[in-house]
Nanobody, 124 residues
Framework: QVQLVESGGGLVQAGGALRLSCAASGRTLSTYIMGWFRQAPGKEREFVAAITRRGSITDYADFLQGRFTISRNSVENTVVLQMNSLKPEDTAVYYC?????????????????WGQGTQVTVSS
């Protein structure tokens, strides 16, 4: 099994940027398809971004409009979500997730392993 730990969340003003990192213990992350999801208060968890094992394919939620970038750092065994031009509606707890064989990147049910989440708050 793999244990996932997110970091990098915090409070930022609208228009600012944050860099979230997902670190793993127990396994190398290149074994997994990796995803980022988020959940705002009172809302369902929603897909943000995903990346394949070799990083050759990425997928992003339509609402992002190019503001976020997902990438892998194989040396550090992390997956990073760079978030730019943040908006108040991006406020949520952000989770990273790992899957051995996700058939649908955007579905929470494709991912067997989840981190505890990191809070992102964007003020207006």
């Amino acid at each position: 099994q793999v244990q996932l730990v997110e970091s990098g969340g915090g409070l930022v003003q609208a228009g600012g940027a944050l860099r979230l990192s997902c670190a793993a213990s127990g396994r190398t992350l290149s074994t997994y398809i990796m995803g980022w999801f988020r959940q705002a208060p009172g809302k369902e968890r929603e897909f943000v971004a995903a990346i394949t094992r070799r990083g050759s394919i990425t997928d992003y939620a339509d609402f992002l409009q190019g503001r976020f970038t997902i990438s892998r750092n194989s040396v550090e065994n992390t997956v990073v979500l760079q978030m730019n031009s943040l908006k108040p509606e991006d406020t949520a707890v952000y989770y990273c997730a790992a899957s051995l064989r996700a058939s649908v990147f955007r579905s929470t049910t494709s991912y067997a392993y989840w981190g505890q989440g990191t809070q992102v708050t964007v003020s207006s």
